[in-house]
């Protein structure tokens, strides 16, 4: 242990201001995915999932068409309003299209067993407005879109299919108003904002990262310092490498995984980073999230006896967040 770096490391936080991804500059999406399997003229297998960003809000049984609401707000969501009189109306809606599937794959010849998709939604951006969208795949690829400001539906490939999906779907043109209004009103403004106000709880949940370091030594002129980061939520996250203080700038020495789930709807991901061993310098893991507020976690790389530094640093970073928390808020509430 060296008291003076780890003096210095329970001061930086203070000294380096969060620059995590910032969630509220994504857009938020609500969406509706609909997978049916055509095995052949007279079977369907439909199923449905709703989601609000990555968390599951509901699916729809392909055995029974019956709906099973994944949390009790989401219930307590679909019996407000117009979501009751919705809800009551889907299984014509799903029967309508297992019908025009059918009854498309006849008129153009196609061939069983067929997959379609349906996908409908929308995206909130952080400046308030919204985008309903609707977009219909066949065999896996993109065949049709409602384009909800034109009240339109349009062709995505260049094929008998798209041409003729998108004709006969123009035609109806009280199905094209309801759409537009079922979108743009229903799913982006009243469906969004109930969802929002019930589920936010779970919608705003936060979940403080757990970081650890260790080094493999793949061989005698190489070691890989692992950074692993887990259990944190929501997704967004920054992990970054210091060497004597100073990020390491993106390179093939640097290698940061793809951001995995957790089966308990968090978030991991690892950052490795190749050094020479005993070069001299200093290594620290830097990790931003939104659980940290404007705060870093910061888990240097010790040499020696690396096990307990790492954990006394990261206790001892907490409880400094934590106060800094505390400071901030009677300050801001004096
Ligand atoms: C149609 O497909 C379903 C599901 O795979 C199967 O159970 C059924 O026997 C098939 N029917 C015909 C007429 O092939
Ligand atoms: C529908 O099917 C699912 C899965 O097979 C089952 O768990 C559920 O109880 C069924 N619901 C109804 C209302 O029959
Ligand atoms: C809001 O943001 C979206 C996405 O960044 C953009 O397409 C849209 O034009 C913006 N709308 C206004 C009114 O600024």
């Known amino acids: 242990m060296q008291p003076p770096h780890l003096l210095l490391f329970l001061f930086l936080p203070i000294l380096l201001p969060g620059m995590w ?3 509220e500059a ?3 999406v609500i969406q509706y995915l ?6 052949n003229i007279s079977s369907a297998e439909v199923s449905c999932v709703g989601l ?10 392909p055995a029974n068409w019956s709906t099973h609401f994944h949390w009790p707000w989401v219930s307590q969501a679909a019996a407000e309003g117009d979501a009751e009189k ?3 109306q889907y299984k014509i809606a799903l ?3 297992v019908r025009f599937v059918h009854d498309t794959v006849q008129q153009t010849r196609q061939h069983y067993p067929l997959v379609v998709q349906f996908r409908a939604g929308c995206l909130l951006y952080p400046n308030t407005t919204s985008q309903g969208f609707l977009n219909f795949g066949w065999g896996g690829r993109d065949l ?21 999906v998108s004709k006969s779907l123009n035609e109806k043109k009280s199905v094209r108003v309801l759409l537009e209004h079922f979108l743009s009103i229903w799913i982006c403004q009243s469906h969004f904002l109930t969802l929002k106000r019930y589920g936010r709880a779970t919608l705003e949940r ?3 990262p757990v970081a650890t370091v260790f080094a493999r030594t793949p061989s005698l002129d190489q070691l890989l310092l692992v950074c692993h980061v887990t259990g944190f939520y929501p997704r967004p996250i920054s992990v970054a490498w210091l060497r004597d203080g100073l990020e390491v700038p993106p390179g093939p020495a640097l290698h940061t995984s793809p951001i995995l789930p957790n089966a308990d709807l968090t978030y991991q991901l690892r950052s490795v980073l190749a050094v020479a061993p005993r070069d001299g310098h200093s290594y620290v893991c830097r990790v931003r999230h939104q659980s940290l507020g404007t705060l870093s976690l910061l888990i240097p790389w010790e040499n020696r006896s690396a096990a307990p530094t790492v954990s006394i640093t990261i206790v001892a970073l907490l409880l400094l967040a934590t106060a800094s928390a505390g400071g901030f808020w009677w300050w801001k509430h004096r």
Request: no cysteine; glycine share 4%.
């Open 26 to 28: 994504e857009p938020q």
């Open 206 to 208: 936060q979940e403080l």
């Open 86 to 88: 919705i809800m009551s």
């Open 34 to 39: 609909l997978t049916g399997l055509f095995a």
């Open 144 to 164: 049709v879109d409602f384009e909800v400001d034109k009240q339109y539906w349009e062709a995505r490939q260049p094929s008998q299919v798209a041409e003729l």
């Open 52 to 61: 609000m960003g990555d968390i599951p809000i509901l699916t729809v049984h």
């Open 95 to 97: 029967r309508n299209i």
């Open 21 to 23: 991804a910032d969630p």
